[in-house]
């Protein structure tokens, strides 16, 4: 407000709309872009004003036409500053993305064709410019053609070496990178992002990499430490004002099998979803139910589930992780048809795939639908697959076929070795209603099992085990406070309910109870 020059004012009242926004503070950053857009502006200033401000509105949770705002915002900024349009482009893109069913004008595939138009970069193209062009080419030509410039991308990013304001404006690129699920970058580049944005406060940005790293976490069959890293998220959100989806406590449920907490947050979030037009949220909660539903064996419903899961953005995300799920359903409700249909698209997705994760998804798959040698061999090569990666409620999955596949064909011997291997696995991640799936098929084949519960004698609720874990790691009570935006005094209220719970006296005794999952076990 102190400066002179009109045009060096509207660059630091932008500046400091970007600032208030990274701090998380969304209302106080649209009052200070009203304040700026009542001044003399030039055409630059003025684009940029309105990509801020969408950015902001989509940051927020706010902004339901976010995707066809930024895509004008982005087709302004080409004829001023093609670096900053092809920024605005990317926010573009992952509105869309959101909006999914909903997203009306300024869609996936009209954002993408915006971006293939683009003219080439005159040098070697940055980060932003290879992710740009691979989701644009996701959308346009498939997950095959897409593969190997995502791959380049993500490679980019993980290689970059900017300030913190350049890594910062990788935020979404990160996770944009890794849409098509990439075991090998994914959990590294998200691990990173996260860093960047705890160093920085940027409070728009973390949440979201929180969320995302907790369903890498998810994904590794680590769900202690997805439910603290969604905590840790959900205390932020409901810190700045920003309304999300519970994603990670829907996957949670679904894959322990509690079918009464898994629905009521399946149900929420798709009323909430469609009222605010987040159609990827109503995405995860059908694949969350599609989950649910063939862990408890209830396949016609985890049928219709995938079916709606697998409706929105073909070959991106959500939709694509769906697949697997409606082809065991279909398989088990005799839908043989639907089934081979569903395994056609998941064959698209996965060619080049470059990695064990897909072809693995796929032989399982594949087996499925197969009989005899061609069966087995298929599940076997999705067994040897999956072992090489950290995708431990796949691997746990893949057993459980394949020992019910065994059953079926009378080969009680070899089925129990499977079921067993199952049980055990599952068991121990905690995914109840699939272990109960392998202990009836046990049972079948002759063999008596008792009912396991989780081996614990205390739980840590979810902020004391990232507490504890960060104190285990040797972090001081201010760091840790700094890091979870917390008070120091509250590092040490909950330090001392976790050791009194797991009957310790001191940070160092947390190296024996605390293992790698976060989970407390005696």
Known sequence: ??????????????????????????????????????????????????????????????????????????????????????????????????????????????VSHAVRALPRPAHRPGPLALVLDGLALLVTDGAAAARPALRQAASAVANADGSVDEELRLGWIAQAACVP?????????????????????????????LSALAVAAVWSGDFAGAAALSAEADEIRAATGRRTAPVTAMLLAALRGDPEVAAALIEATITEANADGRGIAVTYAHWAAAILGNGLGRYDDALAAAGQATQDTPGLAVSVWALPELIEAAARSGESELAAAALRRLSETTQAGGNDFDPAIEARSRALLSAGARAEELY???????????????????????????????????????????????????????????????????????????????????????????????????????????????????????????????????????????????
């Open 1 to 110: 407000m102190l400066t002179g020059d009109p045009a060096r004012r509207a660059d630091r009242a932008l500046a400091a709309a970007l600032a208030t926004m990274r701090a998380g503070s969304f209302d106080q950053a649209l009052k200070l872009l009203a304040a700026t857009e009542a001044g003399p502006l030039d055409d630059f200033a003025s684009a940029r004003l309105d990509l801020l401000r969408e950015q902001v509105m989509f940051a927020s949770g706010l902004g339901t036409d976010a995707a066809a705002l930024l895509l004008k915002a982005a087709k302004r900024l080409e004829s001023l500053n093609l670096d900053l349009a092809r920024e605005a482009y990317l926010s573009a893109w992952m509105a869309a993305l959101s909006a999914g069913r909903f997203a009306g004008g300024g869609d996936l595939l009209e």
């Open 380 to 522: 076997r090569d999705a067994l040897d697959r999956l072992g090489r990666t950290q995708l431990r409620p796949e691997l746990a999955r893949a057993h459980l076929l394949y020992g019910e596949w065994l059953r079926r064909e009378n080969r009680r011997v070899d089925a129990r070795e499977q079921l067993r291997r199952a049980y055990q696995l599952l068991t121990a991640l905690g995914m109840t209603a699939f272990a109960e799936r392998a202990r009836r098929e046990l049972l079948v084949t002759g063999e008596s099992v008792r009912k396991r519960s989780v081996e614990t004698l205390c739980e840590l609720t979810s902020q004391e085990a990232q507490i504890a874990r960060l104190a285990r790691d040797g972090l001081s009570n201010p760091e840790i406070s700094s890091q979870l935006f917390i008070s120091p005094r509250t590092v040490e209220w909950h330090l001392h309910k976790v050791f009194a719970k797991l009957g310790i006296s001191s940070r160092r005794q947390l190296r024996g109870p605390l293992p790698g999952n976060g989970r407390a076990v005696l």
């Open 181 to 209: 699920r990439d075991d090998d970058h994914w959990p590294a580049l998200l691990r990173r992002q996260v860093q960047f944005a705890r160093d920085a406060g940027a409070l728009d940005q973390l949440p979201a990499g």
